[in-house]
């Protein structure tokens, strides 16, 4: 147990800043650290680097975070969050919308917000594999999971099928997992425009009457 205990101590923050200043720290150290293992690896992200391209002292550096793989769990939250708030906002205002038109918008920003942050979401934990368990609840879709299911709700009328949450699970796995596949090596080689309009009519053709 205090083995436990210490290894997610070794993955949490030290403490959260509130004050204006300390935010801008924090904030500077995490970006400074999504900036080095995007351009030379994980391996390369040492915490004298970091602190050095974030422009702080190591000690201040440790002030927030115990080590590398706290900072990156915060990164990996931080970027997740943010993409969940544009996702819900994106939903919230598609609510009125018909489906077919709705659904080419929210491929549309899924495929940009995924492009924009494909290394953190995508690939930082085969660099970084101890932090899987800590965030394995950390993906969009869990944190829009009611938004995506109000969403189907509104739509019902337009659907063909019955049981919604199970809808939502393939729809979100596939689409997802296709996002994925196309960001990482475009195994047909279409365009951006061209996949988003494939992704738009498997989700209506699995979906709509």
Known sequence: MASQSKAVDDVTRRKSPKQQRALATAEAI??????????DGYKAATTNRI??????????????????????????????????????????????????????QIMTVLVEVYKENDFVLFRILDEVPELKDYTQNLAIEIHTHSTNLAFLEQHQHELKVQDLKTSLLLIERATIHSIECYLDKNPTNITEQQFIDELTRMALNYLSK
């Open 51 to 104: 602190a050095e391209t974030a422009g702080v002292s190591v000690g201040s550096l440790y002030q927030y975070f115990p080590n590398k793989q706290a900072i990156v769990r915060t990164l990996i939250e931080e970027t997740v969050t943010n993409a969940a708030v544009r996702v819900r906002g994106m939903l919230r205002d598609l609510m009125d919308v018909p489906l077919e038109p709705a659904l080419r």
């Open 30 to 39: 995490v970006q400074a650290t999504q900036q080095i293992i995007v351009k």
